[in-house]
């Protein structure tokens, strides 16, 4: 994992003009990013917090419309490598599955 970006592959791309989309990189947010939002309802996954935090913080960058149109399992998996920059490292220590490094 890097400290800065988290990538995930979509399980159902998005059409993006004549291209589709295969993977999105979510990046740390800035505080900036997290303007107008509460963290309250970023950390405990609200729908509304994150469809508008996710076009902020990924390249490509996904537009709202695109963001609606996720996959609830692609956009569950955004949200978590989203989540996981809001904590610090040695919170995530134990985290990490059995025979990785």
């Known amino acids: 994992m890097s ?22 990189e979510v990046t740390k947010p800035s505080v900036g990013a997290l303007r107008g939002l509460k963290m309250t309802d ?23 419309d695109q963001v609606a149109a996720l996959d609830p399992a692609d956009f569950t998996d955004l949200s978590g490598k989203l989540l996981l920059f809001f904590a610090r490292p040695e919170q995530l220590e134990g985290l990490a599955p059995q025979g990785s490094a």
């Open 3 to 24: 400290d800065k970006t988290q990538k995930t592959r979509l399980s159902a791309p998005l059409k993006n003009g004549e291209k589709e989309i295969h993977e999105i």
């Open 42 to 64: 970023v950390l405990q996954m609200d729908v509304t917090a994150l469809m508008t935090l996710l076009p902020r913080v990924t390249r490509p960058a996904l537009t709202p």
